[in-house]
């Protein structure tokens, strides 16, 4: 008997090769969103630092060219979150649609590994019917012979 040859192997083989490097990359494009994001508070913790050395400084000392570098400070921070901010949108959407096409992955290698699988049940009926057959025939041969030498 002939082993069971699953007819797409090497797409299915592909297929998980493809959805394997869409998982790694959609990992890829969250480590960089989360890095991103974990800067953007970095920068918020800095600014609520800020805006409370100001309203000491303010209260105590009157030293206005630490104030007004302060100032320019937290001023230059709400330019880059602003900018971060966009960066984090543009690393979700990229993540997004990284988690988008790995969805459509695992459902084609599914697909396809739920083919192999009705495959080889079928396989494995044929064999058994197969196995039945001969030993059907074997059966009937014993049969006839027996007979013939009863006679």
Not at 27 to 51: R, T
Not at 54 to 73: L, P, R, Y
């Amino acid at each position: 008997m002939k082993k069971f040859k699953y007819r797409v192997e090497s797409y299915l083989k592909y297929s998980r090769h493809l959805r394997d490097n869409a998982l790694k990359e959609m990992q890829k494009a969250l480590g960089i969103k989360n890095n991103l994001i974990s800067k953007l508070e970095w920068m918020e913790n800095e600014m609520k630092k800020s805006y409370l050395l100001n309203s000491e400084v303010g209260k105590s000392i009157s030293d206005i060219h630490f104030i007004n570098d302060n100032n320019s400070f937290m001023t230059m921070l709400k330019d880059q979150m602003a900018s971060l901010s966009n960066e984090i949108r543009k690393a979700e959407e990229v993540y997004e649609d990284r988690y988008h096409k790995l969805l459509e992955l695992q459902k084609q290698v599914k697909k396809l590994e739920l083919h192999k699988e009705n495959e080889f049940n079928k396989y494995k009926n044929k064999m058994k019917k197969l196995v039945q057959k001969q030993l059907d025939d074997i059966n009937s041969i014993k049969v006839r012979r027996n007979n013939a030498e009863s006679v």
